[in-house]
C-alpha cells in the first residue's frame, strides 16, 4: 500500500461570527494517495472552499488533524507552513489572482522568488516550462488584461506548477469558465495527473467536471456524504472533441 | 539571494504603481532639495563673510571710542560721538607694541564729491599713509600720499572706482585732476584697485582717501580720532595684540582698575567668528525648515504604504500562499518605502544642487555644496523609509494568508 500524500482526521472548522458559532467542517477524515484525481463535491455552502483552504495550509481547523506527507501540519510554525506552501503545494483559484499589469512570465515565476534554492536563469527556465505545459508558452510577455479568462486560469496553474510541487489543490478553478474553455482546463489538469504524476484535489459543484476524475467526495453540510470512486474516468480531451463546432471562439 | 529576490520584487510593485511612486517621492524630492539648497546657501554665505572680512585684512585690528556710560534712557552714545582716541594713543601703540606692524589714525565724513558738474555722495576716510597696507588695498594708478603730505595736511587724495565712474563718466585719467569734497578741493594723485561689494552688500569702492590731518582740520575742524586701524604681525598674533593695546590705552587713559575701558578693540578674526556664528544659527534655521518638509514627505510615504498594504491585501494573500513568508512580506514593504525615499533623495539631491547652481548664476547669491549637506540628507532619508515604512509593512506581514486572500 502507498503512504499517503494527505490524510485528515475529525477535521472541524468553526467560525465565530459575532456571537454565533458557524460550523463549515463538522469532522470530516478522508486520505489521498500519490497521484490522485480527487475532486471534491458540494453545493454553495457546504464546506468545499473551508476544506481546501485547511489542506492548501492558508487556514488551520479548530480540531482534528491534517498530515501532509505524514507531517502533522499543527505542529509547524508559521514559516514552516509558508515554505510547505512553496514546496509542496501548487494552489488554483477561482479568481485566477494573478498580479496585473505584470507579464505571464513574471506570474508564473513569483512562486520561485520565494525559494532560495532557485537562481535567474533556473527561475526563467522553469517558468518557461510551466508555461510549454499549460500551452502558453508564447504569450510568455502578455499581461493578464491581454488574456482571456482561460489563458489567465492556465497561467494560474502554471505557476501552481513551477516549483514542482507534489500536489495541486483548485477551488472551482472552472467557476468562471465557458463549458469548452472548462473542458480545456480540465484536459490540462487530467494530462499533469496522467503524465506528470501530480496529486489533484479539485473543488468543484459541477458534475460533469467531477466525472474527469478517478474519485468524488461528496460534501454536506461540513460532513463527507458520500467518497465514491469514479471507475470509467472520462476523457476532457474527448468531451472537448465532442462539443458543437459552433461554440468555438 | 533572496534579499536581492525582494529587492526585485518590490521595484516590480513600484513599477506597477509609477505615478503613484513619483508623487510619494515628490515630498522626500522636495524636502531634500530644500534642506540641500539651504545648505549650500547658508555655506556659501559664511565662506563668502568670511573671505570678504579676511580681504580686509585678516590681521586687521580696529580700535574704537566706546562709552559704557549708558545714555538717559537706556541709549548709548554712538561711537563717533564719543572723543577719547587720539593721536597720542596711535603713537603709543606705534612705539610700544611689539605685536603690531602698522598702525593708523582714522577719521571719516560723508559728502559730497564734485568735479565739474557731476556730483557724488561717498565717504572720505582720513588716514595715514600705511593704512593701504592695515586694509589690504593697492593702488591701480598713482601714488600712495606720504607722510610729508599728512604733515602738511597735504589736499591729496586716493580714490575709489566707483568715485571715478560717477566723477569722471566720460573716461579721463583722474590722476592729476582735482576735485571737490564738499568746499575744498583735492588733488588726486591715485586710483584705488576695485574689490567690489563687501558681503554685506557694501560698496569697497566708493571711497576717497586723504590723509587723516587733513580730513580733521579742514573738514571736521576736530583734533580726536573716530577709530585707529592696526596691523597685528601676524593673525595669529592678534590676540596678544589685542591684549597690550588694551593696556596701554588703559594706562594713557588714566583709567583705574575698577573703570571700563572707555574703548573697544576688534580683531578682523574676532569678526569672523562672530559673522559665521550669524551665518551658521540662520543656515540651521532656515535647514531645520527644510527639514520639516522632509518629515512631512516621510508621513507622505507612510500614508501611501499604508493606502498600499489595504488596497493590496489580496495581492498579499496570494503571496502568502505561493510561499511568501512574513518577513518576506515585511521586507518587500520595507525596501518599497527606503526605495521610495532612496530614489526620491537622489532626485532630490540632484534638484538641490542645479538649484544652488541657479541660485549662485541667477542671483548672484554664493553658494556651497557641501558633501556634508548631501550625505546628511541621504542618511535622514533612507532613515524615513524605513521609520515610516516599518509600521505599515508590518501590518501586511501580520496578515494571515486566508484572512488576505478573501479580503474584498
Ligand atoms: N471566514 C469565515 N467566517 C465565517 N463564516 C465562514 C467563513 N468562511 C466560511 N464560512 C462559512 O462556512 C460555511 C462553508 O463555507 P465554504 O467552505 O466557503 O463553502 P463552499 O466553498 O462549499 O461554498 C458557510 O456557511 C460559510 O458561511
Ligand atoms: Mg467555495
Not at chain 1, 477561482?94 to 533556473?122: G, I
Amino acid at each position: 500500500m502507498k503512504k499517503n500524500i494527505l490524510e485528515v482526521r475529525e477535521l472541524k472548522r468553526e467560525f465565530l461570527v459575532g456571537s454565533q458559532v458557524v460550523r463549515a467542517l463538522k469532522g470530516v477524515s478522508f486520505s489521498v494517495q500519490p497521484g490522485e484525481f480527487v475532486t471534491i463535491m458540494g453545493s454553495s455552502g457546504s464546506g468545499k472552499s473551508t476544506m481546501l483552504n485547511i489542506l492548501g495550509c492558508l487556514d488551520k481547523p479548530t480540531e482534528g488533524d491534517y498530515l501532509l506527507d505524514g507531517v502533522n501540519v499543527k505542529e509547524l510554525s508559521r514559516n514552516e507552513l509558508a515554505q510547505l506552501r512553496n514546496r509542496k503545494i501548487g494552489f488554483v483559484f477561482q479568481a485566477y489572482n494573478l498580479l496585473p499589469r505584470t507579464s505571464a512570465l513574471e506570474n508564473v515565476e513569483l512562486p520561485l522568488l520565494y525559494n532560495a534554492d532557485v537562481n535567474t536563469r533556473e527561475r526563467r527556465e522553469k517558468a518557461m516550462h510551466a508555461l510549454e505545459l499549460v500551452k502558453l508558452a508564447d504569450r510568455f510577455d502578455h499581461t493578464p488584461a491581454q488574456l482571456s479568462g482561460g489563458q489567465q486560469q492556465r497561467v494560474a496553474i502554471a505557476r501552481a506548477l513551477v516549483n514542482e510541487p507534489v500536489m495541486i489543490l483548485a477551488d472551482e478553478a472552472t467557476g468562471n469558465l465557458d463549458t469548452r474553455t472548462s473542458y480545456e482546463i480540465m484536459s490540462l489538469v487530467q494530462e499533469l495527473n496522467q503524465k506528470e504524476k501530480k496529486t489533484i484535489v479539485f473543488v468543484t459543484h459541477e458534475p460533469d467536471i467531477a466525472a474527469f476524475s478517478s474519485r468524488t467526495i461528496m460534501l454536506r453540510d461540513g460532513k463527507i456524504q458520500k467518497d465514491t470512486a469514479n471507475e470509467n474516468v472520462r476523457s476532457a480531451k474527448e468531451a472537448l472533441e465532442s462539443l458543437p463546432v459552433s461554440d468555438d471562439y | 539571494m533572496q534579499l536581492f529576490n525582494l529587492i526585485r520584487i518590490a521595484l516590480k510593485a513600484l513599477q506597477r504603481n509609477k505615478l503613484r511612486a513619483f508623487l510619494t517621492m515628490l515630498g522626500i524630492i522636495i524636502g531634500v532639495g530644500a534642506v540641500i539648497t539651504m545648505m549650500s546657501i547658508g555655506e556659501g554665505s559664511k565662506q563668502s563673510i568670511q573671505s570678504s572680512l579676511s580681504s580686509m585684512g585678516s590681521n586687521m585690528i580696529t580700535i574704537m571710542p566706546y562709552n559704557n556710560m549708558p545714555m538717559p534712557g537706556g541709549a548709548r552714545m554712538s561711537s563717533s560721538s564719543v572723543q577719547s582716541l587720539t593721536e597720542d594713543d596711535v603713537n603709543k601703540i606705534r612705539t610700544n607694541v611689539a605685536d603690531v606692524s602698522a598702525v593708523s589714525p582714522g577719521v571719516s565724513s560723508s559728502g559730497q564729491a564734485i568735479k565739474g558738474a557731476n556730483n557724488w555722495p561717498t565717504q572720505m576716510q582720513g588716514v595715514a599713509p600705511s593704512y593701504l597696507d592695515i586694509r589690504k588695498l593697492s593702488l591701480k594708478d598713482g601714488v600712495n600720499f606720504t607722510d610729508d603730505q599728512v604733515r602738511k595736511s597735504a589736499k591729496v587724495c586716493l580714490i575709489g572706482q566707483t568715485v571715478v565712474t560717477n566723477l569722471f563718466p566720460g573716461g579721463e585719467n583722474p590722476i592729476g585732476q582735482v576735485i571737490r569734497f564738499g568746499k575744498i578741493p583735492f588733488q588726486v594723485i591715485g586710483v584705488l584697485n576695485p574689490k567690489g561689494q563687501n558681503t554685506f552688500g557694501q560698496d569697497q569702492d566708493d571711497i576717497i582717501i586723504a590723509p587723516y590731518t587733513t580730513v580733521q582740520k579742514r573738514i571736521l575742524a576736530t583734533t580726536y580720532l573716530h577709530t585707529i586701524y592696526a596691523s597685528a604681525v601676524s593673525e595669529s598674533r592678534s590676540d596678544a595684540a589685542t591684549e597690550e593695546i588694551t593696556q596701554l590705552l588703559r594706562e594713557n587713559h588714566r583709567l583705574r582698575p575698577t573703570e571700563e575701558d572707555d574703548f573697544t578693540v576688534r580683531t578682523q578674526a574676532e569678526l569672523i567668528s562672530t559673522m559665521s556664528s550669524t551665518s551658521t544659527m540662520m543656515t540651521t534655521l532656515l535647514t531645520a525648515v527644510a527639514g520639516i518638509s522632509l518629515v512631512i514627505g516621510g508621513i507622505g510615504i507612510m500614508n501611501i504604504m499604508y493606502v498600499s498594504v489595504t488596497e493590496r491585501t489580496r495581492e498579499i494573500g496570494l503571496r502568502m500562499s505561493i510561499g511568501a513568508r512574513g518577513s518576506d512580506i515585511l521586507l518587500q514593504f520595507l525596501i518599497e518605502a527606503i526605495m521610495i525615499s532612496i530614489t526620491g533623495g537622489i532626485i532630490g539631491v540632484i534638484i538641490g544642487i542645479s538649484a544652488s547652481l541657479i541660485v549662485s548664476s541667477a542671483l548672484h547669491w554664493p553658494t556651497v555644496i557641501s558633501e556634508s549637506a548631501i550625505g546628511l540628507s541621504f542618511v535622514v532619508c533612507a532613515l524615513t523609509g524605513v521609520f515610516f515604512g516599518y509600521y505599515p509593512a508590518q501590518k501586511a506581514a501580520r496578515l494571515d494568508p486566508i484572512d488576505a486572500l478573501r479580503y474584498e
